[in-house]
Nanobody
């Protein structure tokens, strides 16, 4: 049984930073592909960042250089460090896990690839 719980969201001002956390149940180490998705008001859910079992990462173009995805294996926690936040970053952020791997630069963005999802945490940038 795998459970994902996000935390760290909230209201912030443009230009500020925020760190999201996703605590997973049990010890997953690097066996799962872990990703962050977000859904902004009136928009489709989109992949934000992904990290695979080897530690390789990929990012959606609009967050490159501002966001960093990482894992703390000892704490079974996935992080998304968000710097220089913009109003367009406002969304509900979800963490997701896939036990079939991340795929490639295109397929990691596909929602149906992920087996487990968190409930989401709201980030509002004004």
């Amino acid at each position: 049984h795998v459970q994902l719980v996000e935390s760290g969201g909230g209201p912030v001002q443009a230009g500020e930073s925020l760190r999201l956390s996703c605590k997973t149940s049990g010890y997953t180490a690097g066996r799962y592909c872990m990703a962050w998705f977000r859904q902004a008001p009136g928009k489709e859910r989109e992949g934000v960042a992904v990290i695979d079992s080897a530690g390789y990462t990929s990012y959606e173009d609009s967050v490159k250089g501002r966001f960093t995805i990482s894992q703390d294996y000892a704490k079974n926690t996935l992080y998304l460090q968000m710097n220089s936040l913009k109003p367009e970053d406002t969304a509900i952020y979800y963490c997701a896990a896939s036990y079939v791997g991340c795929g490639n630069s295109g397929t990691w963005r596909q929602n149906d690839r992920y087996n487990y999802w968190g409930q989401g945490t709201q980030v509002t940038v004004s």
